[in-house]
């Protein structure tokens, strides 16, 4: 692992993160191309990972420094998972604001990932905003 590293997010990182986006299968992320950079531009921590040149990850998160980190989004490039970016990537996050704690919603699929590095379950609600 002594290749990835781990950075702030640059506008020029976009295409990039829109294209992990699209191979997850978060297509509401893609299709909403614009509302999507504005959230990246306006949110702290914004952190890529690269292997190289290539930006292999990605951690999005939102956090009013003192209480609570929320992770919006994170992704790992599926040919990278299972080499510990996705810890790296929340570890970095958590040492620029490490009085809060790390909140964040998981899929069926992750559930069991983030059971395993100690994350106890909460309940959540969402509702997107055309359904307001």
């Known amino acids: 692992m002594e290749n990835i590293k781990i950075r702030s997010f640059h506008e020029n990182d976009f295409d990039d ?6 191979q997850e299968g978060w297509s509401g992320l893609v299709e909403r191309k614009e509302e ?3 959230s990246w531009l306006n949110s702290e921590p914004a952190l890529i990972a690269t292997d190289g040149e290539e930006i292999v990850g990605f951690l999005r998160g939102l956090t009013d420094s003192t209480v609570t980190l929320y ?12 080499r510990g970016i996705g810890e790296q990537l929340v570890r970095v996050a958590h040492e620029c604001y490490p009085s809060t704690r790390v909140e964040m919603l998981a899929t069926s699929d992750s559930q069991g990932y983030y059971e395993k590095r100690g994350y106890r379950s909460f309940y ?4 997107a905003a055309e359904e307001m």
Do not use: A, D, P, Q
């Open 17 to 22: 993160v829109l294209l992990l986006n699209e």
């Open 36 to 38: 999507t950079l504005c």
């Open 71 to 82: 992770i919006c989004e994170l992704l790992i490039k599926e040919s990278h998972r299972g």
């Open 124 to 127: 959540g609600f969402r509702k």
